[in-house]
């Protein structure tokens, strides 16, 4: 039977590809590639029946924004409705972290610190100097990572539905108030109901799908569950190694009002620890899922944002 989900994939590419990105792998160091959606203009085009010998052709030319996904998805699901409305001004890269998509590694460390080291080393292979990181849920706490450890690369971050750091203060809670014994039974669902679950704590509004594409989506979407299981583990620090990075960059935390796994006091408190660069934004009827649930506000919201940091690239 066809899985629908993979089914769709094709169409997706091809919208993808229709906004002006186009899939190329980056290997980071031996053992250690990761796949990214880069402007069709910086590469060229692959010599006749060798698809080993696409070259980068030049360094963007536009303000370069970076698009960081979650942990339930790969990185243009994630961000399906925000590329075709950014490409026009801006030259977008989309990456996958490392287990989702294409992205692989033999070393063992699964750490936010680790996924942020070789997503820079990627984009310094892409010819990226400077960029503007925009980070979901998982890939959040990578752009914060980003943001501390190559200040001379990010020149301001994005941040929906994420936090600077998992510590287990903060998981045990979140976990307790959701009615989750772990972050895996959360993030890893193994079945239908699993998936329910998790869709119904993301959205603002209660989604509705066949189970037939919700198993053709636990097929496709949760690949390298051993690995991805490391990760979570990877996410959790103790309450007394958390300290608060005095980040360079603006900062600014697009948020759903109604987000039920990061809730907004935990934005709110952490704009104010973060000091006088920070600014918060709440999109109403929303929750987690904010960029997917309201993507036209979000895109407004985010574009305006842009504009202040590229004010030549406002539309």
Not at 138 to 148: I, L, N, R, S
Not at 259 to 273: H, S
């Amino acid at each position: 039977m066809v899985n629908l989900v993979a089914a769709q994939r094709p169409l997706l590419h091809g919208l993808m590809k229709l906004a002006g990105i186009r899939p190329y792998t980056v290997e980071i160091e031996p053992g250690t590639v990761m796949t990214f959606w880069v402007p069709s203009e910086t590469i060229s085009k692959p010599k006749k029946n060798n698809e080993l010998n696409t070259n980068l052709v030049s360094k963007p030319k536009k303000p370069v924004i970076v698009l960081v996904h979650g942990f339930s998805s790969e990185g243009i699901v994630t961000w399906q409705f925000q590329v075709g409305a950014l490409t026009k001004k801006y030259a977008v890269y989309v990456p996958d972290l490392l287990f989702f998509g294409g992205s692989i590694t033999d070393k063992r460390d699964r750490s936010p610190g680790f996924q942020a080291e070789c997503l820079v080393a990627g984009l310094r292979k892409l010819g990226v100097e400077k960029c503007i990181v925009v980070g979901f849920s998982y890939g959040g706490m990578v752009a914060f990572k980003m943001a501390e450890l190559y200040p001379e690369l990010v020149e301001a971050i994005v941040i929906s539905g994420s936090i600077l750091a998992m510590t287990d203060s903060i998981s045990e809670t979140a976990l307790k108030e959701l009615g989750f014994s772990s972050s895996s039974e959360l993030l890893l669902p193994t079945s239908v109901k699993g998936l329910k679950a998790l869709l119904s704590v993301a959205a603002y509004k209660k989604l509705w799908f066949p189970d037939r594409l919700h198993k053709d989506f636990l097929e496709v979407m949760f690949t390298n569950r051993e690995e991805r299981g490391e990760l979570l583990e990877g996410l959790v620090i103790s309450n007394k190694d958390i300290t608060i990075p005095q980040f360079q960059q603006r900062i600014h935390l697009l948020w759903g009002e109604n987000d039920q796994i990061f809730k907004m006091n935990l934005a709110q408190n952490m704009k104010e620890e973060l000091g006088d660069k920070v600014t918060f934004e709440a999109i109403t009827k929303a929750g987690h899922l904010v960029h997917l649930e309201r993507p036209c506000l979000y895109n407004r919201c985010l574009k305006q944002f842009l504009s202040s940091i590229h004010p030549d690239s406002n539309n």
